[in-house]
């Protein structure tokens, strides 16, 4: 019983809805010979970290998408990297990007004007 009144504080940081889709995913498997009907705490717990994990993938590639979506539809907003590299403030508005975002940068990629723009 303390197993799961620890397991209960361990999941108290996670939303409800991937604890109940790591307990869906749990109940979607049949049980093995031997094994209890309720599962083992780290095998639920795990469940629940999976869930999270793509339930949060998920959230980032639909932001990736709308974004991306908003781009398309609203040029005028963004450049390509190479018209800011023709910038003569190039270098210090280069230091103004996140990392990530500097990482990725190639022709392709779109940066919203307002990033550059006083």
């Known amino acids: 019983m303390d197993d799961y009144l620890v397991l209960a504080e361990d999941l108290a940081r996670f939303d409800l809805v991937d604890i109940e889709g ?9 049980k093995r010979d031997g094994e209890t009907a309720f599962p083992e705490c780290a095998k ?28 398309k539809d609203h040029p005028e907003e963004f450049m390509t990297f190479g018209e800011l590299m023709k910038m003569p403030e190039a270098q210090g508005i280069m230091q103004k990007l996140e990392m990530e975002h500097r990482k990725a940068c190639c022709a392709a ?10």
Request: charged share 40%.
């Open 22 to 30: 790591g307990l869906d995913d749990i109940a979607r498997y049949p």
């Open 44 to 71: 639920l717990k795990q469940a629940v970290i999976e869930r999270k994990l793509v339930r949060e993938a998920a959230e980032i590639r639909k932001a990736e998408a709308d974004d991306a979506a908003y781009a």
């Open 109 to 118: 990629i779109q940066t919203p004007r307002s990033l550059v723009e006083k």
